[in-house]
């Protein structure tokens, strides 16, 4: 209930139309419970008497109860709707705030699909808790309240019945709540499963193609659409034992009343209109138990999605901007001091370990080393993508963590390992790194990442439409586009990740060419070609996350022998 209670601190101005909603139902409901007295004084004086006048006044009066409680229904339908779905777009968009805010260790706590899953499938379980389970929330209570107060008025002798189902109603409903409350967990977790896989494989369809592993992907799918099948099937198995079990009671009291409201008729005790008016009380205060226990179920399922979507709410970043944040970075400069780094505080071992270094402002520099050697992990220390565990790490000069985290990262610019497009024009990809960028700037930007050669043959040029992903576009073009919009940025410092991987030989030549005239930035270049980077200022070679050695090509090449193995295994082609 506490992650529930948080939630609607998120109404915000829905909550007048919630309570506005509320009101109507209580309107509503007393309307409803009128009818029944108004039809039993009809048969005991109207038609006992043959009074048709009287009948057709009682008769235009219900009908002005059933008029008005329609109106009110109307109107609550019209509220609860704006409510409902008015508070599920409000915690959604907390949702994904909250997520833009998260750091990189932040996400590696959830899956993409189950994110997803709760900011989509979490939510409607909400907003349908609200929009069909306020009204017999509100309405049950009043109606099972009003309903047995009148009745006890109208025959306190019958109304004892209650006392005999009221306990059975409740044995029936605890049962139920008690076998599907873990179920509806298990449910969106097997929902997270299934967003995943279909996720996974329409994400790779090309590659499922390619490899034939049609057959595989779908005999995968079933599995898990399988697994969410039988979760759904246990799980509502349990909870349509709830319409049965109140129907055979409520048929139960039905039958006893008849039976003792007979003989007291027979005795003259009760009246034929007094036991027709109760018989329409105990209708409508056995189908608000239904109403709350059916309330009970949405509710059960509310509290496993509110307990999913809270966890993401509560989730805090694992760093953010200092109270007195730095918001301008001098210059280029990166130093390593004695780092370490591990991707979870409880992993045994550190990714990276004692790492010092030194780069000045304006150098170009290059890193080497083998799969796994925490290349990736040691660069986006510096632009504060994860905090070092240990150490210090320093741009321009000053500690990472004393800078607010927009200036820092405005002022280092990456271009991730995997590439990143998004769905739109080029134009528009582009204009991510300066929303300001007039055309003469794009095309300047991409010169010098070589993309201009390809989108001067396009059609459309900069507005054609790469397509979800930029799946219109080769792996090489993907990567020039995306160096040219952090180039559009114009950082401090540039890291390239494996950037140029996918491109041919020649045009990453132009492209270093290119590069090597921003004399004003510092470039950090992660690469698998020793030609990449045998040309920068400073060659950075790791093992295992430590530092193996640090020099120029000509030094690494006399001294260090996992420069010279990656030298002789990609240059003796070249040297033969």
């Not at 049962?175 to 279909?198: C, E, F, H, M, W």
Request: aromatic content about 8%.
């Amino acid at each position: 209930m506490t992650d529930l209670k948080r939630l609607l601190r998120y109404l915000g101005p829905y909550r007048r139309d919630m309570v506005i909603g509320a009101l109507l139902v209580v309107i509503e409901t007393a309307f409803e419970l009128f009818i029944p007295l108004l039809m039993a004084d009809l048969i005991d004086v109207g038609v006992k008497n043959h009074d048709v006048p009287y009948i057709l006044q009682q008769g235009v009066y219900m009908g002005i109860c059933a008029l008005l409680s329609l109106v009110t229904g109307l109107l609550y339908a019209r509220f609860a709707a704006r409510a409902a779905y008015g508070w599920g777009a409000r915690i959604r968009e907390a949702q994904y705030q909250k997520v833009q805010g998260f750091a990189f260790s932040n996400l590696d706590h959830f899956e993409s699909s189950s994110l997803v899953t709760r900011m989509t499938t979490d939510v409607t379980v909400l907003q349908n808790a609200v929009n069909g389970g306020f009204r017999p929330m509100v309405r049950g209570p009043v109606m099972l309240v009003m309903g047995v107060g009148l009745s006890f008025w109208m025959n306190p002798t019958l109304a004892l019945v209650f006392l005999v189902c009221a306990p059975l109603l409740g044995a029936a409903l605890f049962y139920i709540l008690r076998k599907i409350a873990p179920l509806y967990s298990l449910l969106q977790r097997a929902v997270d499963r299934l967003n995943g896989t279909v996720q996974e494989g329409l994400t790779a369809i090309r590659a499922v193609k390619a490899f034939v592993r049609g057959e595989y992907e779908e005999e995968k799918f079933q599995e898990v659409n399988t697994s969410l099948m039988e979760t759904s099937q246990k799980t509502f198995q349990y909870a349509v034992l709830n319409l049965p079990a109140f129907q055979l009671v409520m048929y139960v009291c039905v039958i006893l009343i008849m039976w003792f409201g007979g003989n007291m008729i027979l005795n003259s005790t009760l009246q034929v209109g007094e036991l027709t008016g109760f018989l329409s009380y105990v209708f409508q205060v056995m189908n608000s138990m239904m109403m709350i226990s059916n309330v009970f179920l949405l509710l059960t399922r509310s509290l496993a999605s509110a307990h999913r979507i809270g966890q993401v709410l509560e989730e805090q970043p694992a760093f953010s901007s200092p109270e007195q944040p730095v918001g301008q970075v001098r210059d280029g400069s990166v130093d390593f001091d004695r780092v370490f780094f591990k991707y979870k505080p409880e992993a045994q071992e550190y990714a990276l370990s004692d790492v010092s270094l030194s780069i000045k402002a304006g150098q170009t520099v290059g890193v080497l080393g083998g799969t796994g050697s925490a290349k990736t992990t040691l660069v986006q220390l510096i632009p504060r993508l994860y905090d070092a565990s240990r150490g210090t790490v320093r741009v321009g000069g000053r500690d990472v963590r004393d800078y607010d985290l927009r200036a820092l990262r405005d002022a280092v610019g990456i271009v991730l390992q995997k590439n990143v497009l998004f769905s739109g024009t080029i134009r528009e990809n582009l204009l991510w790194g300066n929303p300001e960028a007039d055309d003469d700037t794009l095309w300047e930007a991409c010169r010098k990442a070589r993309a201009d050669e390809f989108i001067e043959r396009l059609p459309k040029g900069m507005d054609t439409d790469l397509g979800q992903g930029g799946v219109n576009v080769s792996g090489g073009q993907k990567q020039r586009l995306c160096i040219a919009r952090t180039l559009l940025k114009k950082p401090k410092v540039l890291i390239f990740d494996d950037s140029t991987s996918a491109v041919d030989t020649a045009t990453e030549g132009e492209i270093r060419e290119a590069l090597a005239k921003l004399t004003d930035v510092t470039k950090i270049i992660i690469a698998q070609r020793i030609t990449s980077v045998m040309d920068t200022d400073q060659i950075i070679i790791l093992d295992d996350g430590r530092i193996h050695g640090t020099g120029t090509h000509r030094e690494l090449l006399e001294k260090d022998s996992i420069y010279q193995e990656i030298y002789a295994s990609q240059m003796k082609g070249e040297e033969d």
